[in-house]
């Protein structure tokens, strides 16, 4: 998975074995995606920050968007996720010979592009109202061939450009044409 997407489908990956691991034992896949689903449905309000900890194992800690302005920035937080890989490495020596608190390795960016953010909620807000409807059929129905043929890129370069200046500068303002 990680091999075709990149980090960003591990981060995806351990942010839901994460809220598996929330579930009882046993849970079924339905279960553990409604789950999923309904947690991360929250990052329309809430950046998301899934930490490892010795001590306390997974730590989620959402920290509220402000509501007025959560899209204007050009870039937000959406999903940082530690990388569960690297507990207690993160530290290094400080120059009086205890440890130092650093930043833990993470293995996603610490913010992402807003239009990015934005496509990510479409679509987790799509499975989860399939989801919560009970039409899992949509959940898995494949893209028509109008979604799988990219919309930006089938003009001539010189309009490709123009138009995706457009589309930026409406989802940068919050309008959508």
């Not at 489908?9 to 691991?21: R, T």
């Not at 990052?43 to 194992?57: D, K, P, S, V, W």
């Not at 920290?63 to 302005?69: C, D, E």
């Not at 690297?86 to 205890?98: D, E, V, W």
Request: charge should be neutral.
């Amino acid at each position: 998975m990680a091999a075709e997407g990149g980090l960003p489908s591990l981060a995806w990956a351990v942010s839901a074995l994460a809220l598996a691991e929330e579930q009882p034992k046993g849970a079924s896949v339905e279960c553990l995606l409604l789950h999923f689903f309904s947690q991360m449905r929250r990052l329309a309000e809430y950046a998301l920050h899934i930490e490892y900890t010795e001590q306390f194992g997974t730590r989620f800690s959402w920290k509220r968007r402000h509501a007025h302005n959560a899209w204007v920035p050009e870039w937000v937080q959406l999903l940082l996720v530690d990388d569960p890989g690297n507990l207690g490495k993160a530290s290094t020596a400080s120059p009086s010979g205890r440890p130092a608190k650093t930043a833990p390795l993470g293995i996603t960016a610490p913010s992402i592009p807003s239009a990015l953010a934005v496509l990510y909620l479409a679509e987790i807000r799509l499975a989860w109202k399939a989801i919560s409807q009970g039409l899992w059929d949509e959940l898995w129905r494949p893209t028509t061939q109008e979604v799988n043929h990219s919309w930006c890129f089938s003009a001539q370069p010189r309009l490709r450009f123009e138009h995706s200046l457009s589309v930026h500068q409406n989802a940068k303002t919050s309008v959508l044409l």
